[in-house]
């Protein structure tokens, strides 16, 4: 853009086009008011603005259906008028022109749906004193985030492994769809934080399986008046029994993970050493154990593709916070750094230990979120006290006894794997006198070095939970 105006297009009589870039940005936001300056400028430059414009559709009377929910179970019920519409701006990346929308034809329509990012709604609150406006039901594609290398400045794309939905949306006769997992920001009256997960987890689930249904704020009030013996609005927050029992009342079969000092304890006693008086050596419970804790079964459900509740406080007895966490981030530690144990013969190490961050949905800050362990809100004081597992109702194994089950088959199987690794190494010995291409002769001796299994090179062994159809289906899609 050459001046500093927004390049603005009506699209229709409530509809209207945004292009912009780094010189009009501005002017976006002075025209826009009720848009977190903030926020909304974080999620662009995840999606490489503004070395990539941005194009934004809002429609200004948008009918969101949580929203309108809360809006005749509370506001309708107060002698002001209170606004019944949000606002949604569909987000696009590059520029877009007005022509664009209107054209029928198919490559003016698959342009588009491969620069969609995705949707966010913006509802009337009270407790964002700047905007007078939160974020509601808010659907971004993480796949096309990008984020760079702080050494290097090199782009990472993805730069996440999560959990999501495909979702579709409707603007002027066409149809989008994009991958994510729910966000929205807590209300301040009908939903707090925990109301605000359990919203958000039952939109994904809706949306990934046929065994659950949409959840709105009123189905959780619904399902608390049979339980709190008080009044359910204004909301005052909800303990984590009461989290579980209403995850149980739409149909999944909770487990509760709970103790900060229990995961104190657990974790210092897993890493803990001794030293032999006799012969003087340092003896790590982890050279023939592999012991688990609070820390390594949450890594094994996030592994699973299973959404957690995750509470956090400053201190047992304090406020609590509820958060949603979705996935975890880029590897964090090199295998020579992590704790073995021995399977059988072997040494092994957990991939529970490579990784230390996770993408968390916090209705205090934007989506896809990358924290520390134990850090999962914008207060870094905050921690894990507890976390509620949703699985779903024939899930019986929880991921402990999941653990020991494996690593007692491979204790079991011991000899057929010894086995089984020489007979592959014999087959790429065999091969070596075959190939003649030296790149390819340099892979086969890289490969049979890898399956060497030494102390300096163990097994990896990587916990994780899977029901028995979508197990079948991914190896199906594998042959």
Same mark, same amino acid.
């Given at each position: ?5 927004? *390049? ?111 949707? /966010? ?192 406080? /400053? ?47 916090? *209705? ?24 509620? /597992? ?32 020489? /007979? ?56």
């Amino acid at each position: 853009m050459s001046n500093n105006k927004a *390049d603005v297009n009506n699209l229709g009589r409530n509809i209207v086009l945004y292009n912009l870039d780094e010189n009009n940005i501005n002017d976006f936001y002075q025209q826009n008011s009720w848009i977190d300056r903030k926020s909304f400028t974080r999620i662009c430059h995840l999606y490489e603005f503004p070395e990539k414009t941005i194009t934004v559709v809002i429609q200004n009377y948008y009918i969101d259906a949580a929203y309108r929910d809360v809006y005749y179970h509370y506001w309708a019920k107060f002698h002001f008028n209170w606004p019944r519409h949000c606002k949604r701006l569909a987000i696009f990346q590059n520029s877009h022109s007005s022509d664009e929308f209107w054209d029928n034809k198919k490559e003016s329509e698959r342009e588009l749906q491969k620069d969609f990012l995705g949707t /966010v709604v913006i509802r009337p609150s009270y407790t964002h004193n700047e905007t007078g406006h939160t974020y509601g039901r808010t659907l971004l594609n993480p796949y096309k985030m990008v984020t760079k290398e702080p050494n290097t400045n090199e782009k990472i794309h993805p730069f996440r492994y999560m959990i999501t939905a495909q979702y579709r949306m409707h603007l002027l006769g066409k149809t989008f769809t994009t991958h994510a997992f729910v966000f929205c920001s807590q209300d301040g009256v009908a939903m707090k934080c925990a109301e605000t997960a359990i919203y958000c987890l039952g939109d994904f689930e809706s949306a990934s399986s046929p065994l659950y249904a949409r959840v709105l704020p009123s189905d959780i009030q619904e399902k608390l008046s049979h339980r709190i013996s008080e009044r359910i609005l204004p909301s005052h927050g909800l303990y984590c029994n009461d989290i579980s029992y209403i995850l149980k009342e739409f149909g999944y079969s909770p487990m509760i993970y709970a103790g900060a000092e229990d995961y104190q304890r657990t974790l210092e006693d897993s890493f803990e050493s001794s030293i032999d008086a006799e012969k003087n050596e340092v003896i790590s419970h982890w050279d023939n154990i592999h012991e688990t804790n609070f820390k390594n079964w949450f890594h094994y459900y996030v592994e699973s593709a299973i959404p957690i509740l995750a509470v956090t406080a /400053v201190r047992p007895d304090a406020k609590k916070h509820a958060t949603l966490v979705i996935g975890h981030g880029l590897k964090q530690k090199k295998i020579t750094e992590c704790k073995q144990f021995k399977l059988g013969d072997y040494p092994c190490i957990d991939t529970s230990q490579l990784y230390n961050t996770y993408i968390i949905n916090d *209705d205090n800050q934007i989506p896809y979120v990358e924290e520390a362990m134990d850090h999962f809100t914008i207060d870094k004081n905050y921690k894990l006290e507890a976390y509620i /597992v949703p699985l779903e109702k024939h899930v019986f194994l929880e991921a402990a006894a999941a653990v020991t089950i494996c690593d007692t088959f491979i204790e079991n199987q011991k000899d057929r794997l010894k086995k089984a690794i020489e /007979v592959f190494k014999n087959l790429c010995y065999s091969k070596l006198s075959e190939v003649s291409d030296k790149e390819k002769m340099e892979d086969l001796k890289y490969l049979i070095e890898s399956i060497s299994v030494s102390s300096e090179n163990p097994l990896t062994v990587r916990y994780y939970l899977a029901n028995s159809a979508e197990y079948k289906q991914f190896r199906i899609k594998m042959e």
